[in-house]
């Protein structure tokens, strides 16, 4: 059996320690498919709710597409791994996306990091909706999800390899497995806050891309609702 986690590097600190199972645990596996339509219904016209950041000025604003397809019969998302030669984040997996320009509509940006990113046409993806805006703490800047659909699997390509390593095509079925998904609970000075992983084949997503997935998947199946976003 293969084995699931990647090489990713976890800045774990000590006394890190388990969390609670998946929002979706409770449900039978035939409660867990999700296609299309269920994505519609969830996210036609959301709106995210903001972070604490963005009502001031100097917050730095950036955004990401999680863009879903149906292929073969089975609803998958697109991530990325992004490259090793990058100063932040390296080796992470991450939803394509990146920092607005000024004066830029951030679902603009959205589209446009993922064509510079993996050449995916803006003009092939229907726009959804929000999940609600994640907040770095670190950096004092937010980031907004943006949901988006296509028509089929995408031919896309690794458009810029100072950024991205791989592209990978991630069942949805694969995601909502109870032994993919794990938490844990850490501590940093005087608070705790759950992290969010799930453990693919080669590769382990955690950090805000977890805790995106994590909502994603969560109103999907009806399993959080809104305002479940953790800030990291």
Known sequence: ?????????????????????PPWSHLA???????????????????????VVEAGSAASPSAVLA????HDGELEVLLTRRSQGLRSHS???SFPGGRSDPGEALAD????????????????????????????????SFIVPFVGLLGGR???????????????????????????????????????????????VGDTVWGATGAMLRQLLGLVTGTLQRGQLEHL
Do not use: C, K, N
């Open 1 to 21: 059996m293969t084995a699931r986690g990647g090489p990713q590097v976890i800045p774990r600190p000590d006394g890190a320690r388990p969390g609670g199972p």
């Open 29 to 51: 596996p035939g409660e867990r498919r999700i296609g299309i339509d269920d994505l519609r219904r969830a996210f036609a016209g959301r709106v995210g709710e903001p972070s």
């Open 67 to 70: 863009a879903f397809w149906e």
């Open 91 to 93: 080796g992470e997996v």
């Open 109 to 140: 940006a959205a589209l446009r990091e993922a064509a510079e990113e993996v050449a995916l046409d803006p003009s092939a993806v229907e726009a959804l909706g929000e999940l609600d805006h994640l907040m770095t703490v670190t950096s004092r």
């Open 154 to 200: 995408p031919g896309v390509r690794i458009a810029s390899p100072a950024e991205v390593d791989a592209v990978l095509f991630v069942p949805v079925r694969e995601l909502l497995l109870d032994e993919v998904y794990r938490e844990e609970r850490w501590r940093w000075a005087d608070h705790e806050r759950d992290i969010f992983f799930f453990e693919l």
